[in-house]
């Protein structure tokens, strides 16, 4: 495979003993442009799956890649029981494997890929025009690299995790967060951040459409008054018994210096946040994620589509500058 190099050598270094080895500058795998819902919060990828062309979501809030019942069915896959399984946020679980004999993603080809199936009660959510959804790309396929998503031009970038560390920002940018991560039980992108003064940890999801925080964190941190005309009830979660779920406009999330400003977030408890439009809302592959368990803050694409984000998986790294001019 043709290596595209994408930034010139990080340093000069002296070839005498004892120095250590030079770092290696980044290397393009692979780019490609991806398309986003009506909404413009989530990203479907083109892919192509045993020969045939499809398209997929792109959500680091999952564990495992995912494929629906129907793109199971048409696209002729043998589906397995297996030993694991994989638990959804919704409360059902998967025990049954995929293996696709071929799976590419732009210039990156794999054998031998294995899936988990979706209940027949899960559906990949979103609006997305013109486009059918097979599935969702989830960690398992991304976190060998690093992932570079570019909401400003629309595209994705893989490249290798083997480069200087901290040498990634090779776009012109005004301004740079520099956010330690790290991956909690299912596979979610965790970092801190600071909302209205306080700090929280926070799951960065592409899947979800929507950024959410659990209600009872904002009664008792923000002093937030469900119901109240600064934060009014928007309806009931589905499927949640009942649980309604409210907004609220806070004045600012910080990433370690990137702001943002007016920041509307969706309130609603952590048991009944699995039910919103998130899609799969995969949980851990071995055992189950408690909703206690979870970050009190869910960061989703109605946030993130302001930035240009690198996720540098090796260096537990999150780099994000604003974004550069939307392309919807």
Known sequence: ??????????????????????????????????????????????VTIDGQARDMLLDTGASFSLLSPAAVKALHLPSRATDWHLYLLSGSDSQYGIRARTFALGRLHWRRVDFFEMGANQNIGGQFS????????????????????????????????????????????????????????????????????????????????????????????????????????????????GDSYFVHRFHSLTFNGIKVSNPKLVLVHNAARRHLDRGPALGSLFSHQNAGDLAPLLIGGDILQHFHIYIAYHEHMLYITPAGRPQH
């Open 130 to 241: 013109g486009t059918k959804l097979i599935g969702a790309l989830g960690d398992n396929m991304l976190r060998n690299f690093d992932v570079d998503i570019d909401y400003g031009s629309n595209t994705l970038s893989i490249l290798s995790p083997d480069h200087c560390r901290g040498r990634v920002i090779y776009w012109k940018t005004s301004a740079v967060a520099a956010v330690p991560m790290s991956l909690n039980d299912g596979g979610q992108i965790t970092v801190r951040v600071v909302l209205d003064g306080v700090a929280l940890n926070a799951i960065v999801d592409t899947g979800a459409s929507r950024s959410v925080l659990n209600l009872s964190t904002a009664e008792s941190d923000f002093s937030v008054t469900p119901g109240s005309p600064r934060t009014p009830s928007v309806g009931h979660v589905p499927g949640s018994n």
């Open 1 to 46: 495979m043709r290596r595209l190099w994408i930034i010139v050598a990080c340093g000069l270094f002296a070839a005498s003993p004892g120095l250590a080895k030079p770092c290696k500058p980044l290397t393009l795998l692979t780019r490609l442009h991806f398309q986003r819902d009506r909404s413009g919060t989530r990203i479907t990828l083109p």
